[in-house]
């Protein structure tokens, strides 16, 4: 049955309209935004600063968040007069409220990615616009946190590394489970920033030959399917290059 999209009275259209989740889209948007809700994994990668505005970095796929501070302080950009839109002095006397190449993160209402600056909705917009610009204060005796790089020192990974962060006052226990040698794992770097924890999982994820391996691991596997198979590389490649 053709469908004349044309004609905002036929109920045909809004029958097939409705039956595609326009309409229930549209309601999650204006909920979703209008309740000020934030997403799950809405923080500064940095300091963990949540409940306040968020920037990313721009032109990426997988962007990282960082609260105003964290943001300037990764883009050496002043934002001593950065007021409660977001914005800070730019040029000519105009304001922008990217920072550096940190852009605002405004999560679409599916929450499954982020609205660049030239399509942003006027609804996720003010939803972003009420939110605190500056990271609330740390309350008084919280622990520092510390960035650990490990090493995987055999198994399919070995040569592989993951971080984590643990608060500084348990890092000697940190260390001594680590120091085992049958923990299968070793620390390879400490209390170093997020990015140059990410760049040395990148770097060894390249350079460990771990891709070989694993495929080989995996294709050896009678239970491993397919789509798990091209799951996981996909899985490796992001993790590599993202």
């Known amino acids: 049955m053709a469908v004349n999209a044309s004609k905002k009275r036929d109920a045909r259209f809004w029958k097939k309209w409705h039956q595609a989740g326009a309409l229930g889209s549209a309601y999650s948007q204006k909920l979703f935004y209008a309740k000020g809700h934030i997403p799950a994994g ?35 950009e002043d934002i001593t007069t950065i007021d409660r839109k977001g914005t800070i002095p730019y040029k000519d006397g105009y304001r922008t409220d990217n920072i550096g190449w940190y852009v605002p993160a405004i999560p679409t209402e ?24 500056l ?65 040395l999982c990148r770097k060894a994820l390249l350079q460990s030959g771990v891709f070989t391996r694993r495929l080989e691991h995996l294709d050896a596997d009678p239970n491993v399917s397919p789509d798990l198979m091209g799951a996981e590389v996909t899985n490796m490649l992001l993790a590599a290059f993202m």
């Open 42 to 76: 809405y923080f500064c990668s940095e300091c963990g600063a949540t409940n306040c505005k968020l920037w990313r970095r721009a032109y990426t796929f997988q962007p990282k968040f960082l609260c105003a501070v964290c943001a300037a302080k990764n883009q050496k």
């Open 110 to 133: 599916d929450r499954r990615g982020y609205w660049t600056n030239a399509s942003v909705p006027k609804l996720a917009s003010l939803w972003w616009n009420r939110l605190p610009t």
């Open 135 to 199: 990271p609330p204060p740390k309350p008084e005796g919280e622990k520092k946190k510390v960035n650990v790089v490990f090493e995987y020192t055999n198994g399919s990974y070995c040569g592989a590394r993951i971080w984590s962060s643990y608060p500084a006052d348990e890092l000697e226990e940190v260390r001594a489970k680590n120091n085992d040698p049958n923990s299968g794992i070793k620390i390879v770097a400490e209390d170093v920033s997020s990015d140059k924890a990410e760049r």
